[in-house]
């Protein structure tokens, strides 16, 4: 951990600063988990060792909960799981993921001590809690997972004050990180990283913070002097400035007063009105517009929870037929609704609406994000990908490329997406130029290609810029 230092950052407590400087794309540290767990949704899909997604896997034959992909990943889980593995078995069924998490916590830290690895710059003991400044509504359910945890913590492992107890379960409410499977595009468990809590937020960061082979690792997004202080988002950027305080707030317990939040950076492009030949709507049209929009994107979100992707496309339709003409290409809620419908409708198999929705999305991230953020570079990937299912080749080529260029510095080359996305772009590029040597034949190869392996069905939908947007877990 020669990279960073320990400091007393102004108004924010403990945090993280730079001994050296780093350049776009450089791993300023990696990490591996204190503990992890899979959610309880994703129990039986998810390896509980190496968090890979399998068709197929094998379950403990003593507890009946954990699965794992084969005998080698068992053995590998098999120190973290086996007191776990008791303890489901006495109890008769396995808790939630918290009591789960911090049951895995207590167990390493009572047989190592308070410092696991030589790279640890912080104590559990020295983070915080928060308990204090919880809601009525949340310490409830605090309370009732602490009742749980002492039902479920066997009487043969070591006993600790209800104090020690509650500190932990405060620690991972407010710092547990979203554990992904292997690609890195599905949330499917959640885990504790010491030294990631140390970094403190920001909602224009310098870093970001991606898993990568089971590690955190903590990646610059730009050029970061020796000295300057090393800061992640907590929260989408995407969000207005008073909501993402709020969120911050009621989530994390901290009022940010970083200059995009002070300054309200932004926020006129993400509520704008549509300007043509310098000539804009009126508050009073571009009000009316954005409630008509937030009023369908309620109904929107319930039909796509109940799977009636049909139901969705005619609600989008509807709302960017009378809102696109009226609101700018950054409105947040037009943004969700070109989103969503290029979501669904790829996977309805409807490629040219998918590839032109997903194209004004990306052009309105483009005016929003940082240069490289995550979601803006898989939201990229994702038009890419559209746009060559639709056979238009040079588009989805660029955007591939684009989205490759900005995985590149937020994932690194090593990571299996950025992998992936290679793959695309070489591709792509080979498509491209019999493109330009010879279109008619080029369509002519594509479709019997089509004829002979027809395109597979799109996974149903759900949003993988929201994986990203959301690293750090939130208890529901």
């Avoid at 310490?139 to 500190?167: A, C, G």
């Avoid at 554990?179 to 970001?208: E, K, M, Y």
């Avoid at 995985?407 to 299996?416: A, I, N, R, S």
Wanted: charged share 30%.
């Amino acid at each position: 951990m020669e990279n960073v230092a320990v400091f007393d950052s102004p108004g924010k407590g403990r945090g993280l600063k730079a001994t050296k400087e780093f350049w776009a794309g450089d791993v300023i540290f990696s990490e591996p988990s204190l503990a992890a767990v899979v959610f309880d949704s994703l129990a039986e899909r998810i390896c509980h060792s190496c968090f890979r997604r399998q068709d197929k896997l094998q379950r403990c034959g003593q507890c009946k909960f954990a699965h794992y992909c084969d005998r080698t990943c068992q053995r590998a889980g098999w120190a973290e799981h086996k007191q776990e593995c008791g303890a489901i078995k006495a109890h008769g069924k396995a808790p939630n993921e918290n009591i789960r998490l911090v049951a895995r916590i207590m167990w390493r830290l009572d047989k190592e001590g308070s410092v696991v690895s030589d790279i640890q710059l912080t104590t559990l003991e020295e983070l915080e809690d928060h308990i204090t400044d919880m809601q009525e509504d949340d310490l409830k359910e605090f309370k009732v997972d602490i009742h749980n945890f002492l039902d479920y913590w066997p009487r043969s492992s070591k006993q600790h004050t209800i104090d020690v107890i509650s500190h932990v379960f405060g620690v991972i409410n407010c710092n547990g990180f979203t554990v992904s499977d292997q690609r890195g595009l599905q949330a499917v468990g959640v885990g504790l990283f010491p030294n990631l809590c140390l970094v403190n937020h920001d909602c224009w960061p310098n870093c970001t913070v991606i898993l990568n082979h089971g590690k955190i690792e903590l990646r610059s997004l730009g050029k970061i002097a020796e000295g300057e202080e090393l800061t992640v988002s907590y929260v989408d950027y995407l969000n207005l400035s008073e909501e993402r305080r709020r969120l911050l707030k009621t989530q994390y317990f901290f009022d940010c007063t970083c200059e995009h939040c002070k300054n309200h950076t932004k926020d006129d492009l993400k509520m704008a009105g549509r300007e043509v030949d310098e000539v804009k709507p009126s508050d009073e049209q571009v009000k009316e517009a954005t409630d008509f929009c937030f009023e369908r994107l309620e109904k929107m979100d319930k039909a796509r929870l109940n799977g009636d992707y049909h139901e969705v496309v005619k609600i989008c339709r509807e709302c960017i037929e009378k809102t696109e003409p009226i609101l700018a290409d950054t409105h947040i809620y037009l943004l969700r609704m070109w989103s969503t419908l290029s979501e669904v409708q790829a996977y309805l198999q409807y490629f040219d609406d998918a590839a032109e929705y997903a194209r004004k999305m990306v052009e309105g991230y483009m005016k929003l994000y940082h240069p490289n953020n995550a979601a803006l570079g898989m939201a990229a990937m994702r038009a890419g990908v559209n746009h060559w299912q639709a056979g238009l080749i040079e588009v989805g080529h660029g955007m591939i490329c684009k989205a490759y260029a900005i995985l590149m510095v937020t994932h690194g080359p090593t990571h299996p997406i950025t992998k992936d996305l290679d793959a695309m772009r070489m591709q792509t590029e080979m498509e491209l130029r019999m493109f330009k040597q010879n279109e008619y034949i080029y369509h002519s190869m594509r479709e019997a290609a089509l004829k002979n392996k027809p395109m597979t069905m799109m996974h149903e939908p759900k949003s993988v810029e929201e994986g990203i947007k959301n690293l750090f877990h939130r208890r529901k």
